[in-house]
């Protein structure tokens, strides 16, 4: 009954994820909202509406192709295979579960490289956002994978650790170990990760640098420097992001982005990312998921040892690897709900930053940033309400416009 269970959750998320891209679908249209005419050019609101039909059907086929696979390994007794493939290198626990999620992880990404191929080289190419070279492809994979072995080999190692020494109580001391391990990420992965892959700058003196160390000076905000990250090596995409705590935080802006946008456009970003500190907004997502892991972990400390969990992934003998795959998916209705209020936590912290950034900066300078921005990265203007509830994060374009419109009332 639980094998059958899972073939129905996988099923369930694939039928309601297609369920949520037809909804979207039937959002897409010919004429530009009336909000955004005058100000939205219409060959781009067009050239946004293929973009999106394009990365629909690109969706399903790949989500289609993961269910596939997913199911004929279930049948197949895949888990049970790969599980004995590990076990004849090693008697020992702990290596069996480092080399049953090596086999696991890099058989899936492998099967994903031709996806990922055709998303870089072909659709984000076609629609002149592609600046990734087969060189930094192909970098880029190997030092992903690097840090698979590294860091996700490493933690594996500790949980698995944790399990087999401590028994029911694991889950306390792993939830610890993420806990601070998500802390200690969030403080340094733009001094330690983030360099790996691309070139981080601090942002040059001149008429922008001046603007905003005088702006962070009228609205107290503390920051050592503004960096610059060179977002141009792989999209043509622009962006701008928050990291770190305390004296370890910075505002990154991507290349893009400072070509894109005006002194005040950039200011007014900045006010909406400053507001998101002001706000602690970092520090509330970040017990969130500290909360939302430990719930996870406790929950899943009460079925992992069950050999109930095995059984129905083809294997007879429980073990911390099998017992945590099963749980993966029995427990991901659980975890998509959760997903869904933190969602909506989030985008309720979007238009607070927003309306920060209208008060201490300017509101008309951050639409015209926002608009420019939907421009540059063909966004979709006019996705479902269900879809947007389910999915994002960030308000839509046109629902953060008529919110910034309300605030000048």
């Known amino acids: 009954m639980v094998f059958y269970l899972i073939i129905g959750i996988l099923v369930f998320d694939y039928l309601f994820e297609q369920f949520l891209g ?14 955004l005419q005058g100000i ?3 060959e781009k609101y067009q050239k946004s509406q293929l973009y999106e039909k394009t990365n629909y059907r690109f969706l399903v086929i790949n989500s289609s192709f993961d269910l596939l696979i997913i199911l004929l390994f ?21 290596m069996i579960s480092l080399i049953f ?19 870089t080289f072909i659709i984000e190419e076609r629609f002149g956002f592609n600046k990734t070279s087969a060189k930094i492809f192909i970098l880029d994979k190997i030092k992903g994978w690097f840090l698979m072995i590294l860091i996700g080999g490493g933690l594996l190692s500790l949980f698995a650790w944790f399990y087999y020494w401590f028994g029911d109580y694991f889950w306390i001391y792993t939830w610890i170990t993420v806990s601070v391990f998500m802390v200690f990420m969030t403080m340094f992965y733009t001094s330690i990760i983030l360099p790996l892959f691309n070139k981080l700058k601090p942002l040059e003196d001149g008429e922008l640098k001046t603007s905003i160390t005088t702006f962070c000076q009228k609205v107290g905000f503390k920051l050592n420097n503004v960096y610059v990250i060179d977002g141009s090596k792989r999209s043509t ?21 400072i070509e894109n946008l005006t002194i005040e456009e950039l200011l007014a970003v900045l006010a909406h990312e400053i507001g ?51 749980f993966g998916i029995l427990y991901s209705p659980i975890s998509n709900i959760i997903d869904v209020f933190m969602n909506i936590i989030s985008r309720k912290n979007e238009y607070a930053a927003d309306k920060y ?53």
Do not use: C
């Open 237 to 257: 995409k622009a962006n701008a992001f928050f990291s770190g705590i305390g004296r370890k935080k910075k505002i990154v802006l991507y290349d893009t982005l």
């Open 22 to 35: 037809y909804l979207n679908s039937t959002r897409r249209n010919n004429k530009l909202p009336e909000i």
């Open 101 to 119: 999620f090596g086999i696991i992880l890099f058989a899936s990404d492998i099967l994903h490289i031709p996806f990922s191929i055709y998303n």
């Open 74 to 94: 279930l049948y197949f007794s895949g888990f049970a295979l790969v599980d004995q493939i590990a076990q004849s290198y090693s008697s020992n626990q702990i």
């Open 357 to 409: 950034a209208h008060i201490h900066s300017n509101g008309e300078w951050l639409k015209q940033a926002l608009i420019k921005l939907s421009i540059n990265n063909l966004s979709n203007l006019t996705p479902h309400p269900l879809y947007v509830f389910f999915n994002f994060s960030h308000p839509t374009l046109l629902e953060r416009i008529k919110r910034l419109d309300q605030y000048k009332i």
């Open 276 to 326: 998101h500190y002001k706000k602690k907004h970092i520090y509330i997502s970040m017990v969130s998921s500290i909360i939302k892991t430990g719930l996870t972990l406790y929950i899943l400390s009460l079925f992992i040892g069950n050999p109930i969990l095995s059984r129905a992934l083809g294997v007879e003998k429980a073990g911390f690897h099998i017992g945590l795959i099963a």
């Open 40 to 42: 939205y050019p219409e």
